[in-house]
């Protein structure tokens, strides 16, 4: 038996000596210092490096036509204009030249080709190999890397969930001036995840980031203000950072501030204004701006009344999973079908005094008709099947 063997770590792509028998148990990496199995290597690992070589990157891409052509399905998607398509067309042209570029060490191709493995891009979603490459580039320097090993560590994605560790990657991005970081350390303080929950210091993380234009930050600290959470409750300004998270495009603010504007929560009421603000979220895939939408359309607030439309949008609410919109969608049919059977009944009910009043045989057979129409109506309201 050899006396020592090549491992690779799995998290940073490092490749050391270590002895047989501790080959698939924990070990610390000397490189990125984290405690996981070892993967044994049948020849040297072709791990990724420090340094800053761009003219591979740049060499290499220049090649990208010659790499492997995308899928049929894919060019043909991407042809047709369809967002997801392209990405995923330019991910699958770009993968060998960014693959070479990151394992000859440019950082920013480490980060590339992790956010690829993140995303899955052009290769299969895998969150280890993201971290892997992640770790890489963290340990290169790229702040983005390291807001996005913070947010795996979170979500317990490629790793098990570990919220300090998570905040620890996140602060390190954040000191480094990474405004998503500054904003999700935020959130972590606000939650009280992996660390003591702290208003305060939540506030001055998002306004860091807000600061430095980030929407969701921007959105945050309107919700934050509103709550009086770490700083004295203010509704006017919490609706001016709310507004400048919206026409900034972030969708769920354009839904939050549509709310703003039907509750008249810290500004005037305004239906028509709610319903731009809803509309505008609801169109970009935001479910309770849909179903929001629909409420407005069924009570006639801000637009003129109209029950189709209301059921189309909590159709599309229900479809994409909002619960709520299901069961106001089950309301509004109920009392449509209330109407419907109370109008059948008051017809058959005026027909019937006609008939009385006048020997009419047309008016009672009219009555007749009516009010077992309605009565059948309501029996089958009654009787059928409750899913």
Same mark, same amino acid.
């Given at each position: 038996?050899?006396?020592? @063997?090549?491992? *690779? ?14 080959? /698939?148990?924990? *070990? ?12 044994? %290597?049948? /020849? =040297? ?6 340094? #800053? ?12 036509? #010659? ?18 398509? *392209? ?33 899955? %891009?052009? @290769?299969?979603?895998?969150?280890? /190999? ?11 320097? +790229? ?36 405004? +998503?970081?500054?904003?999700? $350390? ?16 939540? !506030?001055?993380?998002?306004?860091? &980031?807000?600061?430095?234009?980030? =929407? ?7 919700? !934050? ?13 919490? @609706? ?48 309770? &701006? ?43 049919? =109920?009392? @449509? ?18 008939? $009385? ?31």
């Amino acid at each position: 038996m050899p006396e020592k @063997v090549r491992v *690779l770590c799995p998290f940073c792509g490092a490749s050391v000596w270590a002895r047989p028998e501790h080959i /698939e148990k924990p *070990l610390r990496c000397p490189r990125c210092k984290e405690v996981n199995r070892m993967e044994a %290597l049948t /020849e =040297a690992a072709p791990a990724p490096q420090g340094g #800053s070589n761009r003219a591979a990157h740049t060499s290499a891409a220049s090649a990208a036509a #010659s790499g492997d052509p995308p899928a049929e399905a894919v060019r043909k998607a991407a042809e047709a204009g369809d967002a997801h398509a *392209l990405n995923e067309q330019f991910a699958i042209a770009m993968r060998e030249p960014v693959r070479e570029a990151a394992e000859a060490g440019v950082p920013h191709a480490m980060f590339d080709l992790g956010a690829m493995y993140d995303k899955g %891009l052009g @290769v299969p979603q895998d969150y280890r /190999e993201a971290m892997r490459w992640y770790y890489a580039a963290a340990h290169a320097g +790229d702040a983005r890397a390291m807001q996005n090993l913070g947010v795996l560590y979170a979500k317990g994605q490629g790793i098990g969930q570990d919220d300090r560790e998570a905040v620890r990657w996140l602060r390190k991005a954040a000191e480094a001036g990474n405004a +998503d970081a500054m904003n999700n $350390l935020g959130g972590m303080y606000a939650d009280g995840r992996g660390m003591a929950q702290d208003d305060r210091e939540a !506030m001055r993380w998002y306004r860091k &980031a807000a600061e430095a234009g980030n =929407a969701d930050a921007m959105r945050n600290m309107g919700f !934050m203000y509103a709550a009086g959470r770490g700083v004295a409750r203010d509704d006017r300004e919490g @609706v001016r950072w709310v507004r400048k998270a919206a026409e900034a495009g972030n969708v769920a603010a354009q839904a939050m501030l549509g709310g703003l504007y039907a509750a008249g929560a810290g500004v005037a009421r305004d239906d028509r204004e709610a319903v731009r603000w809803f509309r505008k979220a609801a169109e970009a895939g935001n479910t309770p &701006a849909m179903n929001y939408l629909g409420v407005m359309y069924a009570d006639g607030r801000g637009v003129a009344q109209d029950g189709r439309e209301a059921v189309r949008w909590y159709r599309k609410a229900a479809e994409a999973g909002n619960v709520d919109a299901v069961r106001l969608m089950a309301e509004f049919d =109920a009392a @449509v079908d209330r109407r419907r059977r109370m109008l059948t009944l008051f017809i058959g009910m005026v027909f019937g005094v006609a008939g $009385l009043l006048t020997s009419s045989r047309i008016c009672w057979g009219l009555a007749v008709l009516a009010l077992g129409l309605g009565t059948w109506r309501t029996l089958l309201r009654i009787f059928r099947p409750r899913s």
